[in-house]
């Protein structure tokens, strides 16, 4: 497997609305940003993945863009960010943009023009279709609730939105929007970025004749007929070719719905395609039936299934993501750790495993202080379009508030971009002003100036982890064997490269729990690298009773 930088790399996400306010308006900026390089540069990670800071009506956040060439007035200048870019590189670190292509904002140029007229020169560059029989022209459901489709007056045709109605679908079967995007793309690379982190990107290709998904509701998900669609590849393969091979790149793409199989496609070395992916299918583990709002309790047995079959299945072939919370996920120690009484111990123990397995780690910023889930009293303290959608759609299907609000506190995305906590003083040092998003009440507790201080902090923890992976090639390059497959309680494997091998330990629960070494597992000799508690001086790695949410890795020689 050829060895590359973003392989060896540890991103950082920063969600920019919710990370430093400069300007005391309550929003996030890129000026903010620049305030907190030191920080990141002492937690030492490599690239920066900035969400969308793009000119935009903020319908969905900066997802809806309406000017790729600009950015929004809240977040900055281009000067601004100019100077974010200069600073980075100047401490070593790398800067990856968000790409949304496949929806812009209906506020965009291109799509101002498409509504004007059905023989528009920008027509064709949306997906525009008659209604039939008075009703949408097929019965696709948005992601976001209600239907795909929206009827605009002008023409009396109704227009594609996979997302929010602002947020128009783009028509990648026409080659002069794909030469758009090909032409915004090198004009940031040429201003000197290093990869696009690509949004939903294997929903550009869409089956022909748009055909109705299966479905008792009103509207249906139709995925089958635009995830991983006909041409994906082949515009795909085009992109790499026109403009990402050119340059020396990182590209994540965000693929809902991929499996191991369908990724290496997506992630193949001798593919053209992308370096790697984001999947879901660990992000959907607690999703019941009713999807992501019906929570379901999660099994540890499952969790490692997904897991090693993505590290199993994509070795030597391609490359994974490491991620368990992000900017559209609830907060990874409420969700699979303990955000109580062993928040500590629970938030270093997925971050052990976040950072042995093979694959580039993702942190979303505040996990490094092991930031968790907000519970806000009612609906009007939330922000997030999807979640304020579902809360309307549930109550007018006759579901009790409690239930509903209850789905919120443990998936709602505002769970993540509640503002970074800084230190204890008001606003937790986001803001002057009053944020654009309520600060969790804890950060008098978790903040990153209490984090610093302690030696014994998860900061200080995932400081120590990505300095290990720096160390240890076989962190990054080595291959893993799951051990215990069918234990309930505790995550063990092995990684190997050559003649080093690592041994890795987590307890996933409260309890206590005693792990035995399968007698296959054989060494001479080892040595302790990390761990989340003390080692004990009569501690034997054939037996070691587990503590609490414990993490142990070890060397075996």
């Known amino acids: 497997m050829k060895k590359t930088w973003w392989k060896e790399s540890v991103v950082y ?3 920019p609305r919710s990370f430093q306010d400069s300007n005391g308006d309550g929003v996030g900026d890129i000026p903010g940003i620049i305030s907190r390089l030191d920080y990141l540069e002492q937690l030492g990670v490599d690239v920066i993945w900035l969400c969308p800071v793009y000119e935009s009506p903020n319908d969905d956040n900066g997802y809806d863009i309406s000017n790729y060439q600009a950015i929004m007035n809240e977040f900055g200048t281009i000067g601004d960010w100019e100077r974010l870019l200069q600073e980075l590189h100047g401490r070593g670190m790398k800067l990856i943009m968000d790409l949304v292509v496949n929806h812009t904002s209906d506020e965009h140029p291109w799509f101002v023009e498409s509504r004007k007229s059905k023989d528009n020169a920008y027509r064709d560059y949306y997906i525009w279709r008659d209604g039939k029989d008075g009703k949408e022209p097929n019965n696709w ?3 976001f609730s209600g239907s795909a489709w929206k009827r605009d007056e002008a023409t009396g045709q109704y227009f594609l939105h996979l997302f929010s109605s602002k947020q128009p679908d783009l028509n990648w079967e026409n080659e002069k929007v794909r030469r758009e995007v090909y032409d915004l793309m090198t004009w940031w690379l040429e201003k000197g970025v290093d990869g696009f982190r690509m949004d939903v990107i294997n929903l550009i290709s869409k089956v022909e004749g748009l055909p109705d998904a299966e479905g008792d509701g009103k509207y249906n998900f139709g995925g089958e007929f635009f995830m991983n669609g006909p041409r994906i590849h ?3 393969q085009e992109m790499n070719r026109e403009v990402l091979s050119k340059y020396d790149i990182m590209t ?5 719905g991929v499996s191991p199989g369908e990724a290496s496609l997506y992630v193949g070395e001798d593919r053209g395609e992308l370096n790697m992916v984001f999947q879901f299918e660990l992000m959907d583990i607690d999703a019941g039936p009713g999807g992501k709002w019906n929570v379901t309790p999660w099994k540890l047995v499952d969790f490692k299934r997904i897991m090693g079959k993505w590290q199993v299945e994509l070795d030597g072939k391609g490359w994974n993501s490491l991620y368990l919370n992000n900017h559209d996920q ?9 955000d109580g009484e062993y928040r500590k111990e629970s938030a270093k123990m997925l971050a052990t495993l976040l950072h042995t397995l093979q694959g580039t780690p993702y942190i979303y910023q505040g996990e490094e202080l092991g930031m968790t889930n907000v519970k806000f009293a009612g609906i009007d303290e939330y922000r997030d379009i999807e979640t304020i959608n579902m809360y309307k759609e549930y109550l007018e299907a006759g579901r009790a508030e409690k239930d509903v609000m209850a789905s919120i506190y443990s998936k709602g995305r505002d769970n993540a971009r509640t503002p970074m906590q800084w230190d204890a003083s008001l606003h937790g040092g986001f803001t002057t002003g009053t944020p654009w998003l ?4 804890n950060y008098k507790e978790i903040n990153a100036e ?3 201080r302690d030696p014994d902090s998860v900061f200080h923890y995932y400081r120590q982890l990505i300095e290990l992976r720096k160390r240890h090639e076989v962190i990054v390059y080595g291959r893993y064997d799951v051990l215990l497959e069918e234990d309930e309680r505790i995550y063990a494997y092995t990684r190997t490269l050559g003649e080093e091998r690592l041994l890795i330990v987590l307890n996933f629960f409260a309890d206590p729990v005693t792990f035995e070494l399968p007698e296959a597992v054989a060494f001479d000799s080892y040595e302790r690298l990390i761990g989340n508690y003390a080692w004990p001086e009569e501690a034997d790695p054939r037996r070691l009773q587990l503590r609490p949410f414990e993490a142990q890795v070890l060397k075996l020689n």
């Open 252 to 256: 994540v793409g965000e693929t809902p």
């Open 234 to 236: 082949e515009f795909l």
């Open 438 to 441: 309520k600060i969790n009440p």
């Open 13 to 15: 996400q920063i969600y």
């Open 450 to 452: 209490e984090a610093l």
């Open 141 to 143: 459901a948005s992601f």
């Open 330 to 338: 609830p907060r990874m120690v409420s969700r699979f750790g303990d």
